[in-house]
């Protein structure tokens, strides 16, 4: 019988001890995404490279194996402010640490310690993939006339798959989200600049090893580095001058928030910008100014981005 793509789903449960199992459940655990893509088996091969009196390949015999995965989620809030989104476990998972306040808000930032891991099923219409021990990156894209998405990449620990029955998942936690527009997208600042903005695209581009050892098997998250590109109409030097904040060493600010009703909105700020290299791009006969930035810590550290969900 063949397995249909469409009927696809992930789970994904926050790990209590790492690479163990918390046996994630369709009710609970749910997570709705699009653009899912799953490599269910990575892995690396050592050749014996045998001396014969003949010609032929020789055997592959595995060293170690891994599972890679990425998929789009939408930028919306949980529905209720201060209550944290569907999707929480995976900030955590891709290096963040989670601030809740009661009715208010739940504040995901940076974190260089302590790393939360997860362990995901991916289920292709009765065959589960189970990818333990998984962490990953994040970026967030809000484009002009789209509908704004995390992200995520993991990569985690191969487990044997298995013929099990599909899921029944529920995805009423996850709202309804809006397009990027002058009505839904507000709030956007660059360098106290409020710019006409095309597209906004921030990674946090961490360093993820799969380490395999005689005796350990895990995935490290190694480094971070978050940065990312800034499309916006050009304004005049009078206006601001970003070429000259690029050739300085300034820090600004930046700002946006998408959504308009509380408990569906995320904001993302800033207050650690660097500017590099603006360059001018055409965009149906407007200039528009290209704007990469990287977000840099404080002497504190893990300071230099935050993700309000509220």
Known sequence: ????????????????TYGTDPTPTGAANAILVKNLNVTPLDAENVSRDLVRPYLGA?????????????????MAGSGAAGTAPAYAPLLLACGMSETVVATTSVTYAPVSTNFKSVTIYYNVDGVLHKITGARGSVEMTIEAGQIPVFKFTFTGIYNAPSDVAAPSPTYTAFQTPLTANSDNTTGFSLFSYSAVLQSLSLGFNNS???????????????????????????????????????????????????????GNKVQITSSRVDVTNPSYQDQNGIQMLNVPVILVPSTSGNDEISIVVK
């Open 58 to 74: 020789s055997e592959q015999l595995i060293a170690s194996k891994h599972v890679a995965c990425d998929f789009e989620i939408e």
């Open 208 to 262: 993820v090893l799969y380490r395999s050892l005689i005796g350990a098997e895990s995935v490290l998250i190694t480094d971070r580095q978050v940065k990312g590109q800034v499309m916006f109409e050009a304004p005049t030097i009078t206006a601001k001058d970003f070429f000259s904040l690029a050739l300085g060493t300034s820090l600004g600010s930046l700002d946006i928030t998408h959504g308009t009703s509380a």
């Open 1 to 16: 019988m063949a397995l249909l793509s469409r009927k696809r789903t992930i789970l994904v449960k926050t790990e209590v």
